[in-house]
Nanobody
Framework: QVQLVESGGGLVQAGGSLRLSCAAS????????MGWYRQALGQQRELVAT???????NYEDSVKGRFTISRDNAKNTVDLQMNSLKPEDTAVYYC?????????????WGQGTQVTVSS
């Protein structure tokens, strides 16, 4: 199984920045797409950003221009740089990795890290 370790969450004032990191222990799996999701209290989970092995990125509209996702294929890590943070960015952020081994393919999730933006 793929195991994910997340770090970088915390409390920040509006307009500030945070950088989230996710390190994957892939085992015998090959890691494909990687991304970040978030879930605010009482709301459904939503996609924040994804990135392919060739660094093709996709962003949710509300974070476009403020957040940047990046990855290091040699280290099996994916980061999310969050600038100009707003109170509505407050949520638990989850790292997600799409991995496969032969005919078996599935997503793996991190434990989640809390991001709180105060006004």
């Amino acid at each position: 199984q793929v195991q994910l370790v997340e770090s970088g969450g915390g409390l920040v004032q509006a307009g500030g920045s945070l950088r989230l990191s996710c390190a994957a222990s892939r085992g015998i799996f090959r890691i494909d797409d990687m991304g970040w999701y978030r879930q605010a209290l009482g709301q459904q989970r939503e996609l924040v950003a994804t990135i392919t092995r060739s660094d093709v990125t996709n962003y949710e509209d509300s974070v476009k221009g403020r957040f940047t996702i990046s990855r290091d294929n040699a280290k099996n890590t994916v980061d999310l740089q969050m600038n100009s943070l707003k109170p509505e960015d407050t949520a638990v952020y989850y790292c997600n990795v799409d991995a496969y081994r032969g005919n078996y393919r599935r997503n793996f999730w991190g434990q989640g890290t809390q991001v709180t933006v105060s006004s």
